[in-house]
């Protein structure tokens, strides 16, 4: 994994504003380095979805060098917690990029895909359905629902089962 600072990101995919962390932020490893205030985010090589994102995250309306709000690690392990309207605001949901199952038959209500693996880490809000996930590690079903903050560490491994239409907003990493 290779490790670059956001401004750097920002040349490849044309974003031009630089996101510093509050002071009142606790740091994190993927988000942050401590000897600067250039936030770090870990891109994997050549992925896609986590390059493109903070150019989705700015289209969106998001402010990355705001400096007050903005997308960051929850958990560093799979979690499901109910989020509350102050993590909302602090965290910029509302201008996370949005997903969605409507468009796509792999993910069709009543569909289940066996032991997908997380290729990066995923924070998500879900803003409509419902979702089944099997971790591999339990075997235990958790059901995630409308209003829930989901946290999917990179390699984490589940089998997914669309209970209800999904619509979601998401931060990569």
């Known amino acids: 994994m290779?490790?670059?600072?956001?401004?750097?990101?920002?040349?490849?995919?044309g974003v031009s504003n630089c996101f510093t962390p509050p002071a009142s932020?606790?740091?994190?490893?993927?988000q942050y380095s401590s000897s600067t205030t250039t936030a770090q985010y870990a891109v994997e090589e050549g992925h896609p979805a986590v390059i493109g994102w903070p150019e989705k995250y700015s289209e969106g309306g998001g402010r990355i060098d705001d400096g007050t709000t903005g997308p960051e690690i929850l958990s560093t392990e799979f979690q499901i917690q109910n989020a509350s309207s102050s993590q909302l605001q602090q965290l910029d949901v509302e201008n996370w990029p949005t997903w969605t199952t409507s468009d796509k038959p792999k993910w069709g209500v009543g569909n289940q895909v066996v032991d997908k693996e997380m290729p990066y880490g995923e924070l998500s809000y879900v803003l409509s359905g419902k979702l089944e996930i099997i971790p591999q590690s339990t075997g235990v079903p958790e059901i995630v629902n409308v209003g829930d903050f989901v946290t999917f560490p990179k390699g984490f491994v589940a089998s997914w089962k669309v209970l209800e239409e999904l619509t979601w907003h998401y931060y990569l990493y």
């Open 25 to 30: 932020r606790p740091l994190s490893c993927h």
């Open 2 to 13: 290779k490790t670059a600072t956001f401004t750097a990101l920002s040349l490849l995919v």
